[in-house]
Structures are given as structure tokens and as C-alpha cells.
């Protein structure tokens, strides 16, 4: 019995899948260098999932960023390194995906 819940887990997963949502980060660019006072705008496209999609930007040093689509971001309030910065983007249905960039902050 326990293989055939398995077995059912995995066709929701395969039907899941062919809604696949998919992330991409447009800006900042991967490799970018923020520095200054000048604010940096952070966008994405995300496709398929069933809306309404829900945002979470986060940094790998800052932690949370924003929960917008996208935002602006003034890089003398993030700490200076290199961040990975991800986008988790969760569907109505609880699916999600991320995306994420490498920048670098001076």
C-alpha cells in the first residue's frame, strides 16, 4: 500500500510539473558590482503557477529583502561582500521555485 501512495505522490508531482513555475532574475545582472548611493532597482519575470504568485527576496548575508515583485534597493544599507541574492516564488497551490545571482557590494 505504502508503494502505491508513492506511486500517487509521484503522478501529483508529475501533474504539478507540467505547471512548473520558473524564475528568473532580471536585474541586478549576475556578476553585477553595487556600490554608491544610487539605487538599484531588483526585478524578475516568473511564469506559470497559479495565481496569485507570492515574492520573497532574500540575501545570503542580509537575509530578507523584500516581498514585492520587484523593488529598489540602495546599496549602502546591504553589507558589503558577496551576497547571493534568491527569489522564492510560491503559487497559490503551495508550489514554488527560485531563482538566484551572484553580486557583489563595495
Given amino acids: 500500500e505504502q508503494k502505491e501512495s508513492s506511486t500517487q505522490s509521484g503522478s501529483n508531482a508529475a501533474e504539478k510539473s507540467a505547471e512548473k513555475i ?3 532574475i ?3 545582472k549576475a556578476g553585477e558590482i553595487l556600490q554608491g548611493n544610487k539605487d538599484v532597482s531588483f ?6 503557477g497559479k495565481a496569485p ?9 542580509d537575509g530578507e529583502l523584500s ?7 540602495n546599496p549602502s544599507r546591504l553589507s558589503k561582500g558577496g551576497h547571493v541574492i534568491i ?3 510560491t503559487d497559490a497551490t503551495g508550489s514554488s ?3 538566484s ?4 557590494v563595495m
Fill in 43 to 48: 526585478d524578475a519575470v516568473a511564469s506559470a
Fill in 22 to 24: 520558473t524564475v528568473t
Fill in 97 to 99: 521555485a527560485q531563482g
Fill in 87 to 89: 527569489l522564492k516564488v
Fill in 26 to 28: 532580471t536585474s541586478p
Fill in 53 to 61: 504568485l507570492s515574492y520573497r527576496w532574500s540575501s545570503s548575508i
Fill in 101 to 104: 545571482v551572484l553580486i557583489e
Fill in 67 to 73: 516581498t514585492s515583485r520587484k523593488f529598489m534597493q
